[in-house]
């Protein structure tokens, strides 16, 4: 019995120094797959394009470009269209300026102008001898401003056909 205890014990033995390794073993494994998840989702990724076939990827980049690229080209037209507009928006409020300028700066010359032609007229009348009168004094202010909002409207329209020119000169430089 003591050859089949001794053959037990070296048994025995042997099985804890197997257990120990098969430990260590299981230690090392732990460790290698401790990433695994992360490394589950990265090669996941991978693994997705590398099951989609060259051809079926290019066969849905073309499909997709045929869908949207002519709403890209829609939109892209329509912000063309806006810029234009509104540089021909910011062309005209230019002319507009430009003639209210034009308006501003004849104020204070016309109204030394005009008072001095109400001198002289007055001057002259009193030389006459005859003032004019309510009505006659009405009538000259509403001829003035005939006078002055035609001029103004000469210098609009003048104005206005800068700025047409200018626009036609884009316009052909576009074409």
Do not use: W
């Amino acid at each position: 019995m003591t050859t089949t205890s001794s053959t037990y014990g070296e048994c025995a033995a042997s099985l804890r120094t197997s257990l120990s390794f098969l430990e260590s073993s299981v230690s090392t494994l732990g460790t290698g797959v401790e990433d695994f998840p992360r490394l589950s989702s990265v090669l996941k990724t991978v693994r997705h394009y590398e099951l989609i076939p060259q051809p079926t990827l290019a066969a849905a980049e073309a499909s997709l470009r045929d869908e949207i690229g002519p709403f890209v080209a829609l939109l892209l037209d329509r912000a063309d269209k806006h810029l234009e507009r509104q540089a021909r928006r910011i062309e005209t409020l230019k002319a507009k300026a430009e003639l209210n300028a034009g308006r501003l700066s004849h104020f204070p010359g016309e109204a030394d102008e005009g008072s001095r032609a109400r001198e002289r007229t007055q001057s002259r009348n009193k030389g006459k001898g005859r003032a004019l009168d309510g009505e006659a004094a009405l009538r000259a202010k509403v001829v003035r401003q005939r006078k002055e909002a035609l001029r103004y409207g000469v210098e609009r329209l003048e104005l206005e056909v800068l700025q047409k020119e200018r626009e036609l000169r884009v316009r052909l430089e576009k074409a």
